[in-house]
């Protein structure tokens, strides 16, 4: 098992890979928007651009998500987070998907996604 931290920070990292034989996981933290003046359309957007960037870099794609948790600082933004949802999820790829209702660290922040992916072990990675 090999297990590469990526942006590491003091008290976490943007992104885990974990390698085991033929298969790598990807865990994504908690993504927001940089623009947090934006609406929860806004929002979501600019957060599944990114994780589709951070997908990119390990050669996935939201096709290879296995597990989505959705936090949304107030439930009635449920409908118009999945219409922006709905358009970027590929069809007969939907992942497990929890979405819950919490305070986020910033009253600004209307979503916060995290993610977790799983492909096939990338060749040359390991240190």
Do not use: C
Request: hydrophobic share 45%; charged share 20%.
């Amino acid at each position: 098992m090999n297990i590469i931290r990526h942006e590491m920070g003091p008290r976490f990292s943007e992104m885990v890979t974990v390698d085991l034989g033929t298969a790598r996981l990807i865990y994504l933290s908690g993504q927001v928007a940089e623009n947090p003046s934006l609406d929860i359309t806004g929002q979501m957007r600019e957060i599944l651009h990114h994780i589709d960037d951070m997908l990119a870099t390990q050669g996935a794609t939201r096709k290879d998500l296995v597990s989505v948790t959705i936090y949304l600082r107030t439930v009635g933004d449920y409908e118009a987070m999945n219409s922006v949802w709905d358009e970027w999820v590929p069809a007969g790829h939907t992942p497990a998907r929890a979405t819950v209702g919490a305070k986020l660290i910033d009253s600004e922040y209307r979503v916060e996604i995290q993610a977790t992916a799983a492909i096939g072990a990338v060749a040359g990675t390991a240190p």
